[in-house]
């Protein structure tokens, strides 16, 4: 996915990611953009949960309360439910920002613990605010509890909504495409910084703790500050896709942010391939389009086949995703798409062994 | 007073289903180093089988002590074999792997077992028929019934046959060894890979008898029973010390109690703000609270460097 700056591969990609909605739309109908909308929501959250996960090895299964609160800032302050309507350009950065929090608030007491011991306490992390979100409409009504807020504000610039439609040179972009744009453009930014990250002190310290905690502290670096900040980034990126979430859906409800839910993120990062912006990207995308296929598909088939739906497309659709999740692990255990640096590793493994059967060979010729 | 007797007497009972759940997470962490997450869908199947069996054979009007233990063995007998098959499956190719493979296979099975239930057994909720008069008890003031007395002591004996397996007999020893130093115990003759799938049939067993003890507890049976009551079993192994049995039982026995009394009193505590509806809270908090003051669990040694 490394395209040279100069490389005409780069405007190419930009053209088609600009034409997509319109391709989608036209091809396969306005259903399909939405859900290349959240598959571009799903790519942001998966790349925050890439930095915890892909670069710092901190194993966290509690990601999406990190989306559920960034969520339920925008919902909160920009709904009828307090009567708010603040605009977008400030309850989006608050969301971040308490999000943010909550991944430092996470952080800190977990610090010495790591691999199961962290993925356990992430987990019920994630289970408390969601069962707090579930039920703080009584006796003071807060989140509205499982009914969830509904009629959230859409996501607004000025006097622009994104949750309109408009007219322009003969081309109608419904609010599907619009948020399209808007949701790629947070999602390169998203893989800018991720990238950028990837490639500095602070990135090249987060692997360090990932290969060898205790070598990296030995080598001087704050182990303590790092890891709290891997947290702190993860979650400002959960905290500003949630918010994006509840403008886009204007609604939301504890169900969105379910352990499921963080199980599924993970799945992306780690069947993408850990730490490498690419591989989590490719994840994110077939993990949010396959299911849909599928889903689509599931009832069509079977009524050709059999002459009726003989078995519940939703159940066959998750049973298909689980049969899928353990076959890829099976197959490709580092994931599709790897980090190069792990195949660089490999690949030095590779020529050193070559070069010893070589020079076995040569001896005895 | 009252309240607090008949909470204690439910946090038992709740404990002890959570404590052989413990287990088999207990047991599999001990020798693999993995999180089984797929063994509270294991609970659950072991539960709609006994289910299935027990509806079958009732009707057919067999001698009811006759059906309960018959829909036991086969309970048993099914998630032994699927706890083989997971093993097999899902796990061994992927010993030598990156760490978080097998996690994510374990999810996948977690999710296809719960799909092909629901597509088997439904969405709907199962009455478990219980063929007989569980009478209640007065205990001091709180109220006990037969099932909740056979739930305890059931629990009770198979604890004591697990220890006793696993400090006298052979292949308790060859556990041991193997959750020691697997490489060290094949060098001196252990078969590993016997020794893992026996644990997991171990586990998957005691599972279906978990499985068995909160359907008829609750009387209920639910495609999706398994999941939370999985998490909860896991909380409390980690709570008594992943890895060591003891833990895992006192880790069960303790969070049942924990969630019951937090149940119970958490409204009076906070003068009515939170509800009972906060119950699975504490399960979290109280891990939380152990996990930073004694990273190890309540029992467990300190494992200085597993990642």
Same mark, same amino acid.
Request: charged fraction near 10%; proline fraction near 3%; glycine fraction near 12%.
């Given at each position: 996915?490394?395209?040279?700056?100069?490389?005409?591969?780069?405007?190419?990609?930009?053209?088609?990611?600009?034409?997509?909605?319109?391709?989608?739309?036209?091809?396969?109908?306005?259903?399909?953009?939405?859900?290349?909308?959240?598959?571009?929501?799903?790519?942001?959250?998966?790349?925050?949960?890439?930095?915890?996960?892909?670069?710092?090895?901190?194993?966290d299964l509690g990601y999406i309360a990190f989306f559920a609160v960034g969520a339920y800032?925008?919902a909160?302050?920009?709904?009828?439910?307090?009567?708010?309507?603040?605009?977008?350009?400030?309850?989006?950065?608050?969301?971040?920002?308490?999000a943010?929090?909550f991944?430092?608030?996470l952080?800190?007491?977990?610090?010495?613990?790591?691999?199961?011991?962290?993925?356990?306490v992430t987990l019920g992390f994630g289970e408390i605010i969601r069962i707090f979100l579930n039920n703080l409409n009584?006796?003071?009504?807060i989140t509205n509890g499982p009914q969830g807020i509904?009629?959230?504000?859409?996501?607004?610039?000025?006097?622009?909504?994104?949750?309109?439609?408009?007219?322009?040179?003969?081309?109608?972009?419904?609010?599907?495409?619009?948020?399209?744009?808007?949701?790629?453009?947070?999602?390169?930014?998203?893989?800018?910084?991720?990238?950028?990250?990837?490639?500095?002190?602070?990135?090249?310290?987060?692997?360090?703790?990932?290969?060898?905690?205790?070598?990296?502290?030995?080598?001087?670096?704050?182990?303590?500050?790092?890891?709290?900040?891997?947290?702190?980034?993860?979650?400002?990126?959960g905290?500003?896709?949630g918010?994006?979430f509840?403008?886009?859906?204007?609604?939301v409800s504890p169900e969105s942010f379910s352990l499921m839910e963080s199980v599924m993120v993970?799945?992306?990062?780690?069947?993408?391939?850990?730490?490498?912006?690419?591989?989590?990207?490719?994840?994110?995308?077939?993990?949010?389009?396959?299911?849909?296929?599928?889903?689509?598909?599931?009832?069509?088939?079977?009524?050709?086949?059999?002459?009726?739906?003989?078995?519940?497309?939703?159940?066959?659709?998750?049973?298909?995703?689980?049969?899928?999740?353990?076959?890829?692990?099976?197959?490709?255990?580092?994931?599709?798409?790897?980090?190069?640096?792990?195949?660089?590793?490999?690949?030095?493994?590779?020529?050193?062994?070559?070069?010893?059967?070589?020079?076995?060979?040569?001896?005895?010729? | 007073?009252?309240?607090?007797?008949?909470?204690?007497?439910?946090?038992?009972?709740?404990?002890?289903?959570?404590?052989?759940?413990?287990?088999?997470?207990?047991?599999?962490?001990?020798?693999?180093?993995?999180?089984?997450?797929?063994?509270?869908?294991?609970?659950?199947?072991?539960?709609?089988?006994?289910?299935?069996?027990?509806?079958?054979?009732?009707? =057919?009007?067999?001698?009811?002590?006759? =059906?309960?233990?018959?829909?036991?063995?086969?309970?048993?007998?099914?998630?032994?074999?699927?706890?083989?098959?997971?093993?097999?499956?899902?796990?061994?190719?992927?010993?030598?792997?990156?760490?978080?493979?097998?996690?994510?296979?374990?999810?996948?099975?977690?999710?296809?077992?719960?799909?092909?239930?629901?597509?088997?057994?439904?969405?709907?909720?199962?009455?478990?028929?219980?063929?007989?008069?569980?009478?209640?008890?007065?205990?001091?003031?709180?109220?006990?019934?037969?099932?909740?007395?056979?739930?305890?002591?059931?629990?009770?004996?198979?604890?004591?046959?697990?220890?006793?397996?696993?400090?006298?007999?052979?292949?308790?020893?060859?556990?041991?060894?193997?959750?020691?130093?697997?490489?060290?115990?094949?060098?001196?003759?252990?078969?590993?890979?016997?020794?893992?799938?026996?644990?997991?049939?171990?586990?998957?067993?005691?599972? =279906?008898?978990?499985?068995?003890?909160?359907?008829?507890?609750?009387?209920?049976?639910?495609?999706y029973?398994?999941f939370m009551?999985?998490l909860k =079993?896991?909380?409390?192994?980690?709570?008594?010390?992943?890895?060591?049995?003891?833990?895992?039982?006192?880790?069960?026995?303790?969070?049942?109690?924990?969630?019951?009394?937090?149940?119970?009193?958490?409204?009076?505590?906070?003068?009515?703000?939170l509800?009972?509806n906060y119950q699975d809270v504490f399960a979290f908090l109280?891990?939380i609270?152990?996990?930073?003051?004694?990273?190890?669990?309540?029992?467990?040694?300190?494992?200085?460097?597993?990642?």
């Amino acid at each position: 996915m490394r395209l040279h700056r100069s490389s005409p591969g780069r405007f190419v990609f930009a053209a088609i990611l600009l034409a997509l909605p319109f391709v989608i739309d036209a091809l396969l109908g306005h259903g399909w953009v939405r859900i290349a909308d959240f598959a571009l929501l799903y790519i942001m959250l998966a790349l925050g949960l890439n930095i915890v996960v892909g670069y710092a090895g901190l194993l966290d299964l509690g990601y999406i309360a990190f989306f559920a609160v960034g969520a339920y800032t925008y919902a909160l302050l920009g709904s009828p439910q307090f009567g708010l309507h603040w605009p977008m350009w400030v309850v989006l950065p608050l969301g971040a920002l308490i999000a943010c929090g909550f991944g430092v608030l996470l952080g800190a007491p977990t610090l010495k613990l790591r691999g199961d011991y962290l993925a356990i306490v992430t987990l019920g992390f994630g289970e408390i605010i969601r069962i707090f979100l579930n039920n703080l409409n009584a006796p003071v009504n807060i989140t509205n509890g499982p009914q969830g807020i509904s009629a959230i504000d859409p996501l607004q610039i000025g006097g622009f909504s994104f949750g309109n439609s408009y007219q322009w040179l003969g081309m109608r972009a419904d609010d599907v495409h619009l948020h399209y744009y808007l949701f790629l453009a947070f999602t390169l930014l998203v893989i800018f910084i991720s990238r950028r990250l990837e490639d500095s002190r602070i990135g090249r310290a987060w692997v360090a703790i990932r290969e060898d905690e205790v070598a990296a502290s030995a080598m001087g670096i704050n182990t303590r500050n790092i890891k709290l900040l891997a947290f702190a980034m993860g979650a400002t990126f959960g905290g500003i896709s949630g918010g994006l979430f509840a403008g886009f859906q204007g609604f939301v409800s504890p169900e969105s942010f379910s352990l499921m839910e963080s199980v599924m993120v993970l799945c992306m990062v780690v069947l993408g391939g850990m730490g490498n912006v690419g591989g989590v990207v490719l994840g994110g995308v077939l993990l949010v389009i396959l299911p849909e296929l599928f889903r689509n598909a599931a009832g069509p088939v079977q009524q050709a086949l059999l002459g009726k739906v003989v078995v519940d497309p939703e159940s066959l659709r998750m049973l298909m995703f689980g049969m899928a999740l353990i076959l890829v692990m099976l197959w490709r255990p580092a994931g599709l798409w790897p980090s190069t640096q792990r195949r660089r590793e490999f690949a030095a493994e590779n020529s050193v062994l070559q070069q010893e059967q070589e020079t076995v060979y040569d001896a005895s010729k | 007073m009252e309240i607090l007797l008949q909470q204690i007497v439910n946090g038992l009972v709740q404990g002890s289903v959570y404590a052989l759940v413990a287990l088999g997470y207990t047991m599999v962490y001990g020798i693999l180093g993995l999180i089984n997450f797929a063994h509270g869908e294991v609970v659950m199947i072991g539960a709609m089988i006994a289910l299935t069996v027990l509806q079958t054979l009732l009707a =057919a009007a067999v001698a009811p002590v006759l =059906a309960v233990v018959l829909s036991l063995l086969a309970a048993m007998a099914v998630c032994m074999a699927l706890g083989y098959s997971i093993e097999r499956i899902a796990y061994r190719p992927l010993r030598n792997a990156p760490r978080l493979a097998p996690l994510i296979t374990a999810i996948g099975v977690s999710i296809v077992l719960q799909n092909l239930a629901m597509m088997i057994w439904g969405r709907e909720y199962h009455s478990f028929p219980l063929p007989f008069n569980s009478t209640s008890h007065q205990l001091g003031g709180a109220i006990v019934n037969d099932v909740q007395i056979a739930i305890v002591a059931v629990a009770l004996l198979i604890m004591s046959a697990l220890m006793w397996l696993v400090q006298r007999t052979r292949m308790g020893r060859a556990m041991r060894a193997v959750a020691e130093n697997p490489a060290a115990a094949a060098l001196m003759g252990v078969d590993i890979n016997r020794v893992i799938s026996a644990t997991f049939m171990l586990g998957s067993a005691l599972a =279906a008898i978990a499985g068995f003890m909160v359907s008829a507890n609750y009387g209920i049976v639910h495609y999706y029973m398994g999941f939370m009551l999985g998490l909860k =079993a896991f909380t409390a192994a980690v709570l008594g010390g992943i890895g060591n049995l003891r833990g895992a039982m006192l880790g069960g026995v303790l969070l049942g109690l924990i969630e019951s009394l937090g149940a119970g009193y958490i409204g009076d505590l906070t003068g009515g703000f939170l509800g009972s509806n906060y119950q699975d809270v504490f399960a979290f908090l109280v891990l939380i609270a152990v996990l930073i003051l004694r990273p190890s669990g309540l029992l467990g040694e300190k494992l200085a460097e597993r990642a």
